[in-house]
């Protein structure tokens, strides 16, 4: 008998809507993504492309509008909240693009916070955090405040945060999007050394040389999958060598976003873009199903 393991991560045609009446957009459309485990994966693509939404989704933040999920093999899609809450909990560590760290406790406090959800003792939580910081490289940080860290030390703390439960799924919307070169390097390499431990991880960047650290790179616009690429450890992405992660519709938080960095790993890159020749009106134009198709295809 064939043996097939089972995939951590199996979404079936799901899309969210927000909004209502005449007011709706369609975040995520008609979405099919398998996810087996141990797998690294980089999703890009411009502000607005449903990125986020994705990993709410993933991540049981949020639930689909339409289609299925299963998460381990379990369906998750129509969970009551303390059941999603709960899986979230046991399964699942965030890392955002700040980093959301009380202000009001220290370092060690914060880290230790989601083990008291858990029922561990003061002295067990304690240890258990402090360990984890001393992995992360911070435990000289301990009984800082968050205001007093750097960036990319505020980022250390959250992925600290974020692993403190030992979760088998990483996901990590922009962890980077804040931070210099450096800082960025550091916390990649982190989330390559969690990585090898055997946990999935998801990570949404602009920055093409980051796909480096991915084994894979999920490509979205106007919340559908338009492109998914195995790629080697250590190299860019073909995607995101191409010109084309700058062609779809940018907006001018992608410009700040994403194309700075861009510039920088790409010194030569040419400033233009068709975006800015289009009239304003058009540029925030809703795009029906067959435009966007007719788009992707070119
Ligand atoms: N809570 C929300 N309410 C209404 N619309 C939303 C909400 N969250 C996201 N959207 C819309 O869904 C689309 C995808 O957004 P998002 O997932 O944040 O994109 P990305 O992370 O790729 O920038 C955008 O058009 C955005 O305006
Ligand atoms: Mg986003």
């Known amino acids: 008998m064939l043996y097939v393991s089972m995939p951590l991560i199996n979404l079936e045609d799901v899309s969210k809507v927000f909004g209502f009446g005449d007011a709706t957009s369609l975040a995520l459309d008609s979405i099919n993504l398998i996810v087996q485990k141990g ?3 980089a999703f890009m693509g411009p502000s607005g492309s449903g990125k986020s939404t994705l990993m709410n989704m993933i991540g049981l933040l949020d639930k689909p509008s339409h289609g299925s999920y299963l998460l381990d093999g379990k369906s998750v899609a129509r969970l009551r909240p303390n059941q999603s809450a709960k899986i979230r909990r046991d399964t699942i560590g965030f890392i955002f693009q700040s980093s959301n760290l009380l202000s009001r406790l220290n370092v060690l406090d914060n880290v230790a916070l989601p083990l008291a959800y858990r029922g561990f003792s003061i002295s067990k939580r ?5 360990d984890m910081l001393n992995r992360v490289g911070i435990s000289h940080r301990e009984y800082f405040f968050p205001s007093q860290l750097s960036g990319g ?3 250390c703390a959250a992925i600290a945060r974020a692993l403190v439960n030992n979760p088998k799924l990483i996901i990590a919307d922009e962890p980077t999007g804040n931070l210099d070169s450096i800082g960025s390097r550091l916390i990649m390499e ?5 990585h ?23 490509y979205m616009h106007d919340g559908a999958i338009i492109h998914d690429e195995t790629t080697p450890y250590g190299r860019v992405a073909k995607i995101a060598r191409r010109s084309m992660y700058t062609i779809p519709d940018k907006t001018d938080e992608d ?10 790993a790409f010194p030569d890159m040419s400033l233009s873009d068709k975006s800015s020749k289009e009239p304003d009106h058009k540029k925030n134009m809703k795009k029906t199903k067959s435009q966007r198709k007719r788009r992707s295809k070119k």
């Not at 304690?126 to 402090?130: G, I, N, Q, V």
């Not at 982190?190 to 969690?194: P, Q």
Request: hydrophobic residues 45%; proline residues 2%.
């Open 153 to 155: 030390q505020l980022q």
């Open 255 to 264: 410009d700040y976003a994403g194309v700075s960095i861009l510039m920088h």
């Open 190 to 194: 982190l989330l390559t050394e969690i």
């Open 126 to 130: 304690t240890k258990l955090a402090s």
């Open 196 to 218: 090898k431990m055997g946990n999935t991880v998801l990570f949404v960047t602009h920055n093409p040389e980051l796909t480096r650290y991915a084994n894979r790179v999920v």
């Open 39 to 41: 797998e690294f994966v």
